[in-house]
């Protein structure tokens, strides 16, 4: 994958490998993260949703996202996101602007928010590949 943003087509440091103390290059392993969320109050999640997309898309480590309906039940929404690592993921969990939006979101809910991070792996050739 490559190193510039894939929205703004600014160059960013590459997030994949990172020097350590010792000067060793360490690769860092993409991320998927689901969030499950439960409301009465579809239609004002998805419009506070759409904002999280907007500030998420400047962020940097986020690589896309997908919102999820589930065809049974519509109050059970997920959304799923990949990051390019873990750090990245967490820097975001940390800055303000997902703590306001995410807030947010919490007053249309139902149940608290069920977050849970996956190493991302790819299947390929009956053998399991990571991404770096």
Request: charged residues 30%; positive net charge.
């Amino acid at each position: 994958m490559t190193t510039e943003a894939r929205y703004s087509g600014e160059k960013k440091v590459d997030v994949f490998t990172s020097d350590t103390a010792a000067g060793n290059k360490v690769q860092r392993q993409m991320v998927r993260v689901v969030i499950q969320h439960s409301t009465d109050d579809v239609e004002g999640l998805l419009n506070i949703l759409k904002e999280v997309r907007d500030a998420i898309f400047k962020f940097p480590g986020y690589v896309t996202s997908e919102h999820l309906l589930n065809v049974k039940d519509p109050a059970n929404l997920l959304v799923i996101s990949t990051w390019q690592n873990i750090e990245r993921w967490d820097a975001w969990t940390k800055s303000e602007v997902c703590k306001k939006l995410t807030a947010r979101v919490k007053t249309r809910l139902t149940k608290p928010l069920k977050i849970s991070v996956y190493n991302y792996f790819v299947i390929k050739e009956k053998r399991v590949w990571s991404t770096f």
